[in-house]
């Protein structure tokens, strides 16, 4: 155990003492002897201190002076007692204090010791210090101290800048690349609706309508919701009418090309809006309706081949449907708005919702008349079932406007159900059916003579029984035997010869240059998609037989509208107006506007064209003519019988076709009607004419036309 320290005492006189020392031992910090015996001895110096009390005061006037100068005996650097611990504490080193001793010594009074002035340290060296405190090696130079306030100014530089490229990112986001980003993100809280503009409905003349489109709901199936597919059909089947197997299928899960799942299935469109409600209340996964159109017909039939049909989504297919379909087609509205996502797929209040009204289409008011089209329909339709016709055709124009009345094909379908029929009964067979129109073509060769010069109404020539053209020989049916026969006899009795002796004055040109006033070699315009124009053989093609064929009607490609629309002329006084399908269009407005007028061109001359119309009564009133069939009682008939042959691409086919064109009342025609009927059988001129004269009656008396106030006039066939 270490000896207890002893504590310096004092005198009776309040000096200070050191501990006694009476060993005779030396006193270890100044080597003398101390002074045995004399415990608390004091000794005093002149100025009355003490040795201890002058050795302390000199260490305390020692600090007081290291304090007043830093360098002084200890280095003013702030980081030296860093770097001496760093060092192992040698750089530096102070000597520790020497130690009080209990030896009292009497000593002269020393000067205080003088510390050296601070040395100025030169640049980049270490300062000088006194030799005894100098290291044994040269200390490491202190790091260089961090300066606060460069150190603020750094941080603040750099927080600045991060503020301003964020700033001028923001801005460049809202300025310039905003729309972008925010067209990004439509697609998944955008939501379109497509509102079906109302399609056009077409009439009569007289405001029926004969299609139009009523509200209707389409069904659609989600298979991805669809948990029992074969349950689900079977309940679906009586209410659509579709087998389960087919609406199964139909729900079967399928790939979009995308790779996504297919979400939607249509199962059935144009479903009745009760149906629809049935369908809803079943209430089965997978399972929705949604506003639809349907097209309906309430006519069935009745002039099919002219309205055509169209698809679904109610874009015109065929007939009138397809030719105008922008026009009755209108445009879509759609409605735009803002949903939320996931469960919350709902219209947002107050969110982006834009709405463009939909616009209906315009409708058609036909000039066909729906109880002629009808009573025409089922005429030509008995007729054509005598004799098994394969296709006829049967045309009404009104004279003097050109509108037709009544246009009816053979055979016909129900275009309520298009899928049901087949292409050929689709055909509008007035514009596409394209024949070697025979006979009737006459009645434009002795016009041509007529307005040339070439005759006149009384002109007879002689008229053998054949003739040779080219390595062709060209009879009649009524021979003549070489009389002179009248111009009503040759038209009478279908005189080949006489009409070929006619053509031959006229001349190839001219015959040519009339077939065209007539108007045919080209589409009347009537307004039906697929028309044919016909064709004329040229002057420079003409063969030796062609000066026999063509005036009688061969060789010459025409369709039955074009050869109706040559005797509207001949009945009109001589002036050609194209005929016309289309009355009025009626827009969504109710506004009705007409369409242009059709071309028209003067062919004869009135006087020529009364002369004509006089000549073709003897087709009709003389005895054993080819047209007696076709008179109507109470009223003068003029017009012709003909027989030609059917052409499919440019090749006869086989059978005939027989066809009758007139007008009447023949004083003062209210209508022409041609009835054209290929029958491969033959037999088709039994069944032309009876069928001109039963619809050209039911024309008359529908439209209330008076009899004729004058019977026909007599003709002389053959020069007495």
Request: charged letters at 25%.
């Amino acid at each position: 155990m270490p000896p207890r320290s002893e504590e310096p005492r004092r005198d009776a006189t309040g000096s200070r003492r050191g501990p006694s020392r009476g060993d005779g031992t030396a006193d270890p910090r100044t080597g003398e002897p101390g002074v045995g015996g004399i415990s608390g001895a004091r000794a005093y110096t002149p100025r009355g201190r003490t040795i201890g009390e002058d050795r302390l005061g000199d260490a305390r006037a020692a600090r007081a002076e290291q304090r007043r100068t830093p360098r002084g005996g200890r280095s003013g650097d702030p980081f030296r007692p860093a770097l001496q611990v760093l060092d192992g504490g040698r750089v530096g080193r102070r000597e520790p204090p020497p130690r009080r001793t209990s030896v009292v010594r009497t000593m002269p009074e020393r000067a205080p010791r003088k510390e050296p002035p601070p040395r100025r340290r030169p640049a980049r060296t270490a300062p000088a210090r006194p030799a005894a405190r100098r290291p044994s090696r040269k200390p490491p130079k202190p790091p260089r101290l961090a300066d606060p306030s460069r150190r603020l100014r750094l941080g603040t530089a750099l927080a600045l800048t991060l503020f301003a490229v964020i700033g001028i990112r923001l801005v460049v986001l809202q300025a310039t690349e905003s729309a972008a980003y925010a067209d990004a993100g439509l697609p998944d809280r955008l939501r379109t609706v497509v509102l079906p503009a109302p399609r056009g409905a077409i009439y009569d003349r007289d405001g029926a309508a004969l299609a139009h489109s009523v509200e209707a709901r389409y069904v659609y199936a989600d298979p991805t919701q669809i948990e029992d597919p074969q349950a689900t059909a079977k309940a679906l089947s009586p209410l659509l009418g579709i087998p389960p197997s087919e609406l199964v299928e139909k729900m079967k899960p399928r790939k979009r090309p995308n790779g996504s799942d297919s979400q939607f299935e249509y199962l059935a469109r144009g479903v009745d809006v009760a149906r629809a409600r049935q369908i809803m209340a079943l209430e089965l996964p997978g399972i929705n309706t949604h506003r639809d159109e349907r097209r309906e017909v309430p006519g069935g039939d009745l002039a099919a081949n002219l309205l055509g049909f169209t698809s679904p989504d109610m874009i015109g297919l065929e007939g009138l449907e397809a030719r105008y379909d922008d026009l009755l087609a209108g445009v879509d509205g759609k409605r735009v708005y803002e949903v939320g996502l996931g469960d919350l797929a709902a219209p947002i209040p107050g969110g982006y919702s834009e709405t463009t009204k939909a616009k209906p289409g315009s409708s058609l008011q036909l000039t066909i008349d729906r109880d002629l089209q009808y009573m025409v329909q089922v005429l030509l339709a008995q007729r054509m079932a005598q004799v098994k016709g394969s296709t006829g055709a049967a045309v009404v124009l009104e004279v003097g406007t050109g509108e037709v009345l009544a246009q009816a094909a053979y055979p016909t379908y129900d275009a309520a159900k298009p899928d049901a029929s087949k292409p050929t009964e689709r055909e509008d067979v007035a514009t596409s059916f394209v024949v070697d129109p025979g006979s009737v073509h006459k009645a434009i060769t002795f016009g041509a003579a007529l307005q040339e010069g070439v005759i006149t109404p009384d002109t007879t020539l002689p008229v053998a029984n054949a003739v040779r053209k080219g390595d062709t020989w060209f009879a009649d049916t009524h021979p003549a035997g070489g009389r002179r026969m009248s111009l009503p006899g040759m038209m009478a009795y279908s005189s080949n010869v006489g009409t070929i002796a006619i053509a031959d004055k006229l001349g190839k040109d001219r015959l040519i240059d009339y077939q065209k006033r007539f108007g045919l070699g080209e589409a009347t315009g009537v307004g039906m998609p697929g028309e044919a124009s016909g064709r004329l053989l040229p002057a420079e093609e003409w063969s030796e037989s062609s000066h026999g064929s063509v005036p009688i009607g061969h060789s010459v490609d025409a369709t039955p509208l074009q050869m109706a629309a040559a005797y509207a002329t001949i009945a009109n006084g001589g002036t050609y107006v194209a005929p016309r399908l289309v009355k009025e269009i009626i827009g969504p407005d109710g506004k009705r506007t007409k369409p242009e007028a059709p071309p028209t061109r003067s062919v004869l001359s009135p006087d020529t064209a009364a002369e004509l119309r006089k000549i073709l009564e003897a087709v009709t009133t003389v005895d054993s003519a080819t047209g007696l069939a076709a008179a109507v009682p109470g009223y003068r008939v003029a017009g012709k019988t003909g027989t030609g042959w059917r052409l499919v691409d440019g090749r006869k086919q086989p059978g005939e076709v027989a066809s009758f064109i007139g007008m009447a009342p023949a004083e003062k025609p209210r209508y022409v009607i041609a009835v054209f009927a290929h029958t491969p059988g033959g037999g088709g001129g039994d069944i032309a004419a009876p069928a001109f004269r039963d619809m050209m009656q039911f024309a008359l008396r529908h439209d209330r036309v008076p009899p004729s106030s004058a019977a026909a006039p007599k003709f002389e066939v053959f020069q007495r």
